[in-house]
């Protein structure tokens, strides 16, 4: 069993410098993916209510636990507010239904997953709720500050439901805004980093406030192209970029692993989605491979700002990244 390196938040708390995706992973593979994840040395699972799964990686988890495999202070267990949440009166509810899917008593580390709010949707009618206000084909704002929503989290913080608060999908003048009345400080920016789309100025913002940074998607297309989008489909593959397989020549590792390695050689925590034990040991041990300076630098190079992640692109008045 490899273990992660960790980083160490504002708070002093150790968090996993690799953690496990769980986006896309459905139903009974979700309970296997989380189970092998802790067998295989994962101690942070990425999940949210809007991937669906929150239920399924809960039995995983608790089927390590009941084998003693882990205790459940070893394990951070993150989650994230949906959309449809955000005013005060919801908040609490939601982290509490996303605490029960899972079955456990608090999140090591919950976010606020996009800073839109969508209109409300109860849980009978629907969870998780989706961008759709019907289901099929309706976005419907309902602009919340994010003030609002930011101390209604604090108090589920104060209540021990929470542990550490994250952001995510957040640019820097937002964050900025957030940093000036926030009592309790996020620990944590999630943000879709990937060597096609780099933001090293949000990085760069980020550490200088000392905000940790995760990155998700680290793999650029691949996860979309899953989900047959356009842009990902016409974009080259990471894994096979000349670039990326050079460095993995040179280093005797494979692609996946200088993907993240590029991510975590600077400090940048990674939360790749892993299929099997031999993928989730391929990923985890990326950080022994150290990559030299011109690697950076080549990789560096394959930037083009380009996006994977954009709401804009299905969901129509969903303007974030503009």
Not at 37 to 61: M, P, S
């Amino acid at each position: 069993m490899f273990i992660s390196p960790t980083i160490k938040l504002q708070s002093g708390a150790e968090m996993p410098l690799v953690g496990f995706g769980t986006w896309k992973h459905d139903g009974d593979k979700a309970i296997e993916a989380v189970y092998e994840g802790v067998k295989e040395g994962y101690r942070l699972f990425d999940c949210a209510c809007d991937y669906g799964n929150e239920k399924e990686c809960g039995l995983g988890l608790k089927r390590a636990l009941d084998e003693g495999i882990v205790k459940r202070e070893e394990v951070w267990v993150a989650s994230k507010l949906w959309n449809t949440f955000h005013h005060k009166e919801h908040v609490r509810a939601a982290v509490k239904k996303s605490l029960a899917e899972w079955g456990v008593d608090y999140f090591d580390l919950y976010y606020v997953h996009f800073p839109i709010s969508l209109a409300y949707v109860p849980f009978e009618t629907r969870y998780p709720p989706g961008w759709w206000v019907d289901g099929k084909s309706q976005v419907k704002l309902d602009p919340v500050p994010l003030r609002e929503t930011w101390e209604a989290l604090e108090a589920c913080v104060d209540e021990g439901l929470i542990r550490h608060l994250g952001i995510s999908n957040m640019t820097s003048a937002l964050i900025m805004d957030l940093m000036s009345y926030a009592r309790i400080k996020p620990s944590v920016l999630e943000v879709e980093i990937h060597p096609y789309n780099q933001q090293p100025r949000l990085i760069e913002y980020a550490h200088s406030i000392g905000l940790a940074v995760t990155a998700y998607s680290s793999f650029g297309p691949m996860g979309f192209r899953e989900l047959k989008m356009p842009k990902a489909l016409r974009t080259q593959l990471l894994f096979t970029h000349p670039v990326i397989t050079r460095i993995a020549m040179r280093h005797g590792c494979t692609p996946a692993q200088v993907i993240l390695r590029w991510a975590t050689q600077r400090n940048i925590a990674v939360i790749p989605k892993s299929d099997t034990a031999a993928m989730m040991e391929e990923n985890m041990r990326n950080v022994e491979t150290h990559l030299l300076e011109e690697d950076m630098h080549s990789i560096a190079q394959l930037h083009m700002g380009l996006r994977f992640n954009d709401p804009i692109d299905d969901f129509p008045g969903c303007y974030i990244f503009c």
